[in-house]
């Protein structure tokens, strides 16, 4: 799939919601990416013609508020979950199971979704993420990391490692174009789930899971992401040296080595 297939996508009627995806297409099982609260599905511009190559059928959309995806002025005034939208489109595209990929933000809709039907997914893969755990502990740590003042801030010096943004300008350049154009007027900034997430939530997923954390990452560090993922019933642990927040798109390599990997036991 090309870079203008990617940008140009196709786009689903689904409840509430005009639902803007891309779909490799083909006999491959089925892996749903879902996208940071700063990105949408161009953002997985490296992993959807890797993942691809490999012999997956690689979906991923632009949840409803953000790129391209509109929700419905004429729907129900209540707002919609994205792990329903994923539902939806899953229902639409005649998937069975499938792995589900998610980072940052859409690390928070992965754990949404996988404690809800559980029966759907393949293996689950979260990144980068506090998780949106609600839980005091995983709040407190939060708490004492947080830079003062950091979210006024531009979101790629949050976001991306000091390694990367030094070494990649074009890299950098267009990892900050795509989060220009990410949020659509009047959307928040965090996802809308299905059901609040909690440490007790996550501990009913039964799927296989792995939960990947950077070296460098300011939001989610990987002490954070320990604290809530050993509440999972079955994880494996992987880190990426020398990576921010955006560690699939500053590392794309040993990001997409690991997700396949893992996926493959799957």
Do not use: C
């Not at 803007?20 to 996208?35: E, K, N, Q, S, Y």
């Not at 190559?53 to 391209?68: C, E, L, N, Q, S």
């Not at 994880?235 to 396949?260: R, S, T």
């Amino acid at each position: 799939m090309t870079d203008e297939n990617i940008r140009g996508g196709a786009y689903a009627a689904l409840p509430g919601v005009r639902l803007r995806f891309v779909d490799t297409g083909g006999a491959g099982v089925p892996i749903v990416l879902l996208h940071p609260n700063t990105g949408t599905v161009e953002i997985w511009e490296p992993q959807i013609s890797a993942f691809a190559r490999a012999g997956y059928r690689v979906i991923a959309f632009d949840r409803r508020g953000w790129g391209k995806s509109t929700p419905d002025p004429a729907a129900s005034s209540e707002p919609g979950s994205i792990a329903g939208d994923l539902h939806a489109l899953a229902e639409h595209l005649k998937l069975d199971k499938f792995h589900l990929l998610g980072v940052a933000g859409g690390g928070f809709i992965a754990l949404d979704y996988a404690a809800w039907h559980p029966e759907r997914v393949r293996s689950l893969i979260v990144g980068a993420s506090t998780g949106a755990l609600e839980d005091k502990p995983v709040a407190d740590f939060i708490a004492r990391i947080a830079i003062p003042e950091i979210r006024k801030q531009s979101a790629h010096y949050r976001e991306i490692g000091a390694s990367y943004r030094g070494a990649n300008p074009e890299g950098t350049r267009r990892w900050i174009e795509i989060d220009e154009h990410a949020r659509q007027p009047g959307a928040g900034f965090q996802p809308p789930l299905r059901t609040p997430n909690t440490l007790a939530k996550i501990a009913t997923i039964p799927v296989p899971t792995l939960i990947i954390a950077a070296d460098a990452d300011l939001l989610a560090p990987p002490a954070l992401m320990r604290l809530w993922s050993r509440h999972l019933k079955d994880h494996e642990w992987a880190e990426i040296h020398d990576a921010g927040h955006a560690m699939a798109w500053e590392q794309p390599g040993a990001f997409n080595d690991k997700v396949l990997d893992f996926i493959r036991r799957h």
